[in-house]
Every structure is written in structure tokens, then in C-alpha cells.
């Protein structure tokens, strides 16, 4: 099968691409290399440095390649950027999207798999959170996402495009070879990572790890979030690319089911690291809910999918390698 991976030189894109080319899929990625990086790229899928919104691209593409499947997940991604500037936001991930999909309808092609978010559902009513639960998403990122379903919905009913979409959680880890590097990293598993790494090699001057309140309703105070390995969101997209013909539903959530709360995700990499890192406890951070937790029941029982990597020191280990392998991320220095 020839695939279309839009955002393939990203954090998730990396991974995924990697495994679909083990599994033997030939793989073309489009990347604006924003926030992603041509060394990300596995060398053996075929890359172009451009827009996936740029048409005359993915004529080329579509025609070339006679791809057969679109894995989307090409998109701006920081939620407090999205807040201040919600047109970027909406142009990147939306408008060019709805490009994307014109231009496969064009050339005939009708399977895409779409990297949603768990943004979509805003403040959740009930943990877990399930797949049918309001959508009422609390930045002009999750709004991105909860749109571009719905158009997904409609170039089914009128085009019959087959499509998945995955609201993934906090995606986290790394495989031996891709991992992330975000610049800014906004997510809490490198980010404390780099400080640990930074003291690990004698620097001592680092600004300490901020953990934002520890007066929610959980069982220590602070924030819980589910975390799930890069690696099984790649293998949930494998799974969809072979069953999408037949499956009931469309759209399904990616996480393990279980939640870590941030003061466990902290002492776990202390323990893997073995470096104390310093720490302040800062004030609640507005719009951050105390728990946010998948049920990933649809996903298990539809696409017989389950976690390979579901426990947190796995999780946190994977990426703690990566990073001793890889100290300057994808920045050869
Ligand atoms: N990382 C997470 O925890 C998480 C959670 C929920 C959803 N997602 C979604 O998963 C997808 C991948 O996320 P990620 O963490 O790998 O982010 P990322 O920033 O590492 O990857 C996104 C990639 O898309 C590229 N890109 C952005 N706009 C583009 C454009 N117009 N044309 C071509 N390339 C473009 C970037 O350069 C980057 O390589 C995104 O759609 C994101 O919204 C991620």
C-alpha cells in the first residue's frame, strides 16, 4: 500500500513512519519541517520539504506515487499558541486540510487516517472519558480538531471517504531512533528529562521543574494525565490502515486507559534517572483540568488494539534513552 504521511518529520510522524516501512508500506511524507526535522525522517521513505496544503504538491504526489491512503498529522499543535493566535491555528489545520481533502477526492483516493486530540473534549463531565462525551473544546487548537472530524463526516456521507480518527492522549517515549524534540517543548516527560540530563552532566544552573498546583482532587494534589507510547499509537494506526473498509465506528480514543498524576511522572524519572531534580510548586495554570483520562474500550474492541507499552517507567525509560543517545535532539552538533 502507498501512503501519504503529511507531518511524517514530526515527533509521532517519525515513529509511525518508521514502523509502517518495517511493516512494508511505502511511504511518501510531506513536512514544512516547522517544528519537525528532515533527520527525523526515516531515509527510507521518499520526503518532500513542503506544505501539505501547497495543491500543486500533492498533485504531483497523488499522481506520482498513485498513493492509496493519507495519514494526516500535519499541524500546529501548542495550545496556549492557539489561544493568542487562533487564525494560524485555524488556516494550518483546518483550511489546509480541507485542501488535502479536496485534492484526494480529485484523484480518486478515499482512506485517510487523522491525528485528532483529546483537546476536543474541553473540561470532561465523567472520567474516563469516552468517544461519545461533549465536545466542547477550550482552545481554537481542540476547535481545529472537533471541526475537521466533522468535515471528515461529511466528505463520507457525500464522497464515501473511509476514514479513522484517533483523539490521541499524551503521546510519550520513543522508539531507538526517533523521539521527541519540540522547541519549545511543552510536554512534561522531556521536559523534566532535560533538566535531569542537564544535571547529570554537572550543570548546575537550571531553572526548576514547575509543577502547576497541587490542590486538585487527586490522590496527591497535582494534575493526571494519560500517558501512552508513541509506539502504540503508531501500531493503533496500523491497524486502522488495514481494517478501515470495515469498521463500525470512526472515531476512537488512543490512550491507556489509566492515568499518572504529574508528581508520579516526576519521581519515576528522578528513580530512572537517579538525579534529584529541583522542583517549585507554582500556582494552578487557568483551563487545566485535574483529570484527564481515555476510556480506550471502542478502540480495544474494534481494532483488537491493546498497549504494549502501557507502565510508565517503560514509558519514561524509552524517551531517558533516547535522549542519552541523542543529547542535542535531532541537532547534530
Ligand atoms: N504529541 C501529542 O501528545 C499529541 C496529542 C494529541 C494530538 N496530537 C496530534 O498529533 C499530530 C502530530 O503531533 P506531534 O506531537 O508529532 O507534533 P509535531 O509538531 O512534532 O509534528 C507535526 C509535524 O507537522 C509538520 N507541519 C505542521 N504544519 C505543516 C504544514 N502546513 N505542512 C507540512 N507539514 C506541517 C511539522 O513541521 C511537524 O513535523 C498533530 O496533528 C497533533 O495535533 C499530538
Do not use: Q
Not at 76 to 89: A, F, H, I, N, Q
Amino acid at each position: 500500500m502507498n501512503l501519504l504521511i503529511t507531518g511524517g518529520a514530526g515527533y509521532i510522524g517519525s515513529v509511525l513512519v518508521e514502523d509502517l516501512i518495517k511493516k512494508g508500506y511505502f511511504c511518501v511524507v510531506i513536512d514544512s519541517l516547522e517544528t519537525g526535522h528532515k533527520r527525523a525522517v526515516d531515509p527510507k521513505a521518499i520526503f518532500f520539504h513542503g506544505d501539505y496544503g501547497d495543491i500543486s504538491l500533492l498533485k504531483k504526489i497523488f499522481l506520482e506515487f498513485k498513493i492509496d491512503a493519507v495519514i494526516h498529522l500535519a499541524a500546529y499543535t501548542l495550545v496556549s499558541e492557539s489561544t493568542v493566535d487562533p487564525g494560524r491555528y485555524l488556516k494550518n489545520n483546518l483550511a489546509k486540510g480541507i485542501m488535502l481533502l479536496d485534492e484526494m477526492v480529485k484523484a480518486g483516493i478515499k482512506k485517510i487516517v487523522f491525528s485528532s486530540s483529546a483537546s476536543v473534549y474541553g473540561e470532561p463531565k465523567r472520567i474516563p472519558i469516552d468517544e461519545e462525551d461533549p465536545l466542547v473544546p477550550t482552545s481554537p487548537y481542540g476547535l481545529s480538531k472537533k471541526l475537521f472530524e466533522e468535515i471528515l463526516e461529511w466528505y463520507k456521507k457525500i464522497y464515501g471517504l473511509k476514514y479513522v480518527s484517533f483523539r490521541y492522549f499524551n503521546a510519550s517515549g520513543a522508539s531507538a531512533k526517533y523521539g521527541e524534540d519540540h522547541h519549545p517543548e511543552t510536554h512534561l516527560i522531556p521536559n523534566i528529562i532535560e533538566r535531569a540530563y542537564k544535571i547529570k552532566k554537572g550543570i548546575r544552573d537550571i531553572e526548576p521543574f514547575h509543577i502547576y498546583g497541587n490542590d486538585y482532587n487527586t490522590h496527591d494534589g497535582t494534575c493526571i494525565r494519560d500517558y501512552i507510547h508513541v509506539k502504540d499509537i503508531s501500531k493503533a494506526h496500523i491497524l486502522a490502515l488495514k481494517n478501515l473498509s470495515k469498521l463500525k465506528y470512526k472515531i476512537f480514543n488512543l490512550g491507556n486507559g489509566s492515568g499518572y498524576s504529574v508528581m508520579e511522572v516526576f519521581k519515576t524519572t528522578e528513580r530512572i534517572t537517579g538525579v534529584n531534580i529541583p522542583f517549585v510548586i507554582d500556582k494552578r495554570r487557568p483551563g487545566d483540568p485535574a483529570i484527564l483520562v481515555a476510556s480506550a474500550n471502542r478502540v480495544k474492541k474494534e481494532l483488537g488494539w491493546k498497549t504494549d507499552i502501557p507502565d510508565l517507567s517503560d514509558i519514561i525509560n524509552s524517551a531517558w534513552k533516547w535522549k542519552l543517545n541523542h543529547p542535542n535532539g535531532y541537532n547534530v552538533l
